[in-house]
């Protein structure tokens, strides 16, 4: 095949050779290297370094000292390097294309982010140093929980929680201290039913019994539901606004002014805040509790590229339940209260340090490479680029619910019906088509969904692109054409896995042959 220059792209459909059978005696495929285990590369008489014989000393592990070969394999530093490499060339990531799994808002981690965090008066310090020689990291702590709270309208934010879900756990600490301080022992935590898994998690985590909120046909909280579930017993809502299905929550207001009347807590779920940064103020709909995913909203690296961050909002009446520590502003520069003193009302301590500092720098940095204006167009980008989507794919997959859509656009397998394809064999297509899928079988609130998240940092070609792959593989199995998706992947280093096998029996480690 030749592309529109003349130069010569794809398989060379001309050799009857078929790429899917295509054997190479070392395994790789093209420059592609396949990659043995490390333990099957090295071994425990090899070693890359030359250390010196240790000199002899007293232990002082009393019994615990090994009593064997600790059994690690040994490599030089050109095998090291290859292994990893190799590795990281079999994995898909978001500088390699897009990556359109709804949720998790996976969008290019500007530069400029990684350059800052890695100056070394931000990344050689430590938690226990005096507080006088990190003056300003905790400016710097202090100025990012100032803009996230001006962004979402709080008065208080809880910078420690390490992640969304670690947010969650917060927030409804809070808001089970808060109880606990009006005497009243509230058992229930309401959840719609198209709530991220680790909504219902947290609840039962903190003791709480789940109840589930239906859905109406329009894909957002039945507010009917809703109101006959409130009671005396009811200790809070956790909601996600935009929701799952990437719509926005059109009775919020209502919604927060029925459970403040039943004498429970809102607590929302703001990790789809993309989509309203900037435009709207969570604290303005009458949100008592939100953990903002830096990861996602403000782009640091995560599934995978790194760890994350949850500072969680709080409202006025939860913000003394927030845990220690925390900065404050003290006469002789910035202070961090570790302790709850006398009197205090934290709930106490989620972390051993303050949270994720080289999140905390890359979240301030995107921001302020952005500005106020460049934030809302993140809001505007993202909403704009998941519609264009949705418009583009509705005349040939079926839309879950009627649009527009906020970030992120649903489909469900309807349109696949009597193909012989379904929505795992459709995201394995794909991967064939250089595509990470999109996010499957999730919300659960319709069949075989399909949830598409293109970020506002693609451009229109690289949207284009995706939508093209998609309209052809739809147009693949309406076709008939099922063996492209049940046999695919077909081009990817590994095929099917036995996933279920591997969660039930996972073989975590390597043993030595016989
Ligand atoms: C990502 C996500 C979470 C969990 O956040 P983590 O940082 O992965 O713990 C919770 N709710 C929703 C809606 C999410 O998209």
Known sequence: MMNKQGRPTGLNTAANLSPNSFT????????????????????????????????????????????????????????????????????????????????????????????????????????????STVQGALELMDRLAHWLKTLTGMPAVAMSPKAGAHGELCGLMAIRAALDKRGENRTIVLAPESAHGTNPATAALCGYKVKSIPANKAGRVDLRALKDALGPDVAAIMLTNPNTCGLF??????????????????????????????????????????????HKTFSTPHGGGGPGAGPVVLSEALAPFAPVPYVIHGKDGFEMVEHVTGGGESFGRMTAFHGQMGMNIRALAFMMSHGSDGLARVAEDSVLNANYVMASLQDIMTLSFEGPCMHECLFDDRFLE???????????????????PMTMYFPLVVHGAMLIEPTESESKQSVDQFIGALRHLVTQAKSGNSALFTGAPYLAPLKRLDETLAARNPVLRWRKED
């Not at 530093?77 to 359109?100: C, F, Q, W």
């Not at 002014?257 to 929302?268: P, R």
């Not at 995201?427 to 064939?432: C, E, H, L």
Request: charged fraction near 25%; aromatic fraction near 6%; glycine fraction near 12%.
């Open 249 to 294: 929550e059109r009775d919020i207001i209502d919604i927060a002014d029925a459970v403040h009347a039943a004498g429970g807590y809102f607590y929302c779920d703001g990790a789809n805040f993309n989509a309203i940064v900037g435009k709207v103020r969570p604290g303005d709909l009458g949100v008592d509790a939100m953990h903002i995913n830096l």
């Open 24 to 131: 190479t005696h070392t395994g790789n495929r093209g420059l592609e290297q396949d990659e043995l285990l490390i333990y099957e590369i090295g071994d425990t008489q090899r070693t890359g370094v030359d250390l010196e014989d240790l000199p002899v000393f007293e232990s002082r592990l009393g019994g615990i000292t090994r009593d064997n070969e600790i059994g690690l394999a040994g490599l030089s530093e050109p095998e090291v390097m290859r292994h990893y490499t190799r590795l990281s060339r079999k994995n898909y990531a978001i500088d390699m294309g897009l990556y359109p799994l709804g949720s998790c808002t996976m969008k290019h981690n500007p530069r400029i982010n990684e350059k800052v965090a890695r100056l070394p008066g931000l990344a050689d310090i430590h938690p226990l140093q005096p507080i």
């Open 418 to 436: 009597g193909t012989g394809v379904t929505t795992l064999d459709f995201a394995k297509a794909m991967i064939d088509e250089g595509y990470h």
